[in-house]
């Protein structure tokens, strides 16, 4: 049973990054759009801290509502008493949480030159006034932002999660029809209005779905799991302000290195990280979340913890290489995606700077991610919280001191610093509470795969150094990229299995099963 539900999770892992993929593949697109239409100049500057605003105030307060909070209650509901009660539950859900998000719209909109001013408060008057402006056309963002993300949570929990992986690329060839046909005409206060339907057919795209699965709309003010939601939010909601806070910092500091073209350089610099990282993280937390609820629900520990060890194993197995990889070849990356147009070697610079330091934080920010749910699940929010709070006090005390110095690499360096402080104690917490969560040969299994990184990581340094004489051209910008990833792709796997990393022979396993079965 439990190996029919690892293949089940497998495939439907392997479907959603597909997707999530496709989404991130477009989101690079309408971000490679914006740099080569605006570079980091003043209107990228001020567009990016505009639109980066109010994610970190919906991150901060609705994101863990529904990410750690509602979907945890709506399972219970599920599972005890059936969907027509879930259903009950979602309709107040939404209800609270677009009354919410609204009146912090209309906050957000009328303080707009304030809220410039506290997050960005070295760039110069005319940067300052575009951004508050960009800011008004935005801040409704968060009202579709809180609707969509409510909807995801239905349909993961009703075991449906390719909608919810497309909402991403929906909402990203809106944007990059109008860069196509409206840019020019319209510039940036046009491209605010793109992103705002953007993010409303995040939430109209889903509906059939919804409809298909049972569930219909109702204003519904009240229910009984509301309250349980809520209490649940408080401390689930600061140990969820890590990302937002940091990046708010990091913009604060950013506005004041290279005449505020920093606040780009980081944004472009965290795209990026997010597509290589977060499509593969994010895909797997957002399958197994609603499997941990019920089985937290159901008090089964021992697949609690095997569910979460074995995921655990799976992710460190590919966020090892790719740290490795990703902060050896950043600048390479950086300049074939990026450099063209208005795009010039400066912001290329500073874009895989922010990269390659940022690319240090991925092994904190998958475990701290799929940790972080497992304790959601069992609706307990005390360790996220106080690690939500170490984090912050780490990356402001490292911003503090490393900025001055270093500059963007000092911000970045603090970032990934930051996300891999609360990795840690999560993990030493959890494992306490579950003696069975990591299965023997962990820790050697890890060891093997960063020795092989290591292997991996000299074979790429070798591959890019000896293409560096190609040129500027687009075939020589590609091989410089996508040669030294083929081989070290080739050597990590080869020293993995000779290493005989269970990962690395279960993958093979089931590759040669699959082919008998097809055969048969």
């Known amino acids: 049973m439990q190996e029919e539900r690892r293949k089940n999770n497998a495939v439907t ?56 909070s509602f979907i945890p209650v709506f399972n219970e509901y599920l599972t005890r008493d059936g969907r027509r009660e ?75 999660f390719n909608v919810p992986a497309l909402i991403s690329a929906v909402s990203n060839a809106v944007i990059i029809l109008y860069y196509v046909f409206f840019c020019d005409r319209f510039g940036v206060k046009g491209l605010a209005v793109a992103f705002l339907v953007g993010w409303a057919m995040q939430a109209v795209v889903q509906v059939p779905s919804l409809r298909k699965n049972g569930y219909s709309y109702r204003p519904c003010l009240r229910h009984e799991g509301l309250r349980k939601v809520f209490l649940l939010m408080l401390p689930v909601m600061v140990s969820t302000w ?27 610099a965290n795209t990026l990280y997010t597509i290589l990282v977060g499509v593969f993280v994010l895909s797997i937390a957002n399958v197994i979340f609603p499997s941990l609820s019920k089985l937290g629900a159901q008090g089964d520990e021992n697949a609690f913890s095997e569910a979460i060890g074995s995921t655990l194993g799976a992710m460190l197995y590919f966020l090892v290489p790719m740290t490795v990889g ?15 147009g208005e795009w010039n070697a400066f912001s290329t610079d500073i874009t895989a700077t ?14 701290q991610t799929i940790l972080s749910r497992a304790y959601y699940a069992v609706q307990s929010g005390r ?31 603090a970032s990934s610093v930051a996300a891999t402080v609360p990795a840690a104690v999560l993990l030493f917490a959890l494992k306490r509470r579950y003696p069975t969560l990591l299965q023997r040969g962990f820790a050697s299994d890890f060891f093997k795969t960063i020795i092989s990184a290591a292997l991996m990581g000299v074979v790429v340094i070798f591959a890019r150094d000896a293409l560096l004489h ?51």
């Open 86 to 160: 879930a259903f009950r539950l979602a309709n107040a859900f939404i209800t609270v949480m677009a009354l919410a998000t609204a009146a912090l719209s209309v906050f957000g909109t009328v303080f707009s030159g304030e809220l410039t001013a506290f997050f960005a408060d070295g760039f110069d008057a005319p940067t300052a006034a575009l951004c508050a402006q960009l800011l008004r056309i935005l801040f409704p963002s968060i009202i579709f932002t809180g609707i969509a993300f409510s909807m995801v949570g239905i349909l993961q929990s009703l075991g449906e």
């Open 326 to 340: 990703v902060a050896l070849l950043a600048r390479p990356i950086v300049r074939l995606l990026y450099e063209w």
């Open 242 to 268: 890590i990302q937002p806070i940091n990046l708010a910092v990091a913009t604060k500091y950013a506005s004041h290195i290279y005449e505020g073209a920093a606040v780009s350089a980081i944004e472009y």
């Open 383 to 413: 360790m996220p919280l106080i690690t939500g709070i170490a984090s912050i006090a780490v990356n402001l005390a490292l911003c503090a001191l490393l900025a001055p110095k270093w500059g963007i690499a000092g911000l970045t360096a």
């Open 13 to 68: 892992v392997g479907a959603v990054m597909v997707l999530t993929l496709l989404g991130k593949v477009l989101g690079l697109v309408r971000d490679m759009m914006l740099g080569h239409n605006f570079s980091t100049g003043m209107l990228s500057t001020a567009f990016l801290a505009a639109s980066r605003i109010p994610r970190n105030f919906f991150d901060a307060i609705f994101a863990s509502a529904i990410s750690a």
């Open 354 to 367: 922010a990269l390659a330091f940022l690319s240090l934080g991925m092994i904190g920010y998958g475990v």
């Open 470 to 520: 190609l040129g500027s051209g687009v075939a020589a910008r590609a091989a410089t990229v996508f040669f030294p990833t083929f081989a070290g792709i080739i050597v990590y796997f080869a020293a993995t299995y000779l290493m005989r990393v269970r990962v690395t022979r279960t993958a093979l396993a089931m590759l040669r099963r699959g082919r008998g079965g097809k055969g048969a």
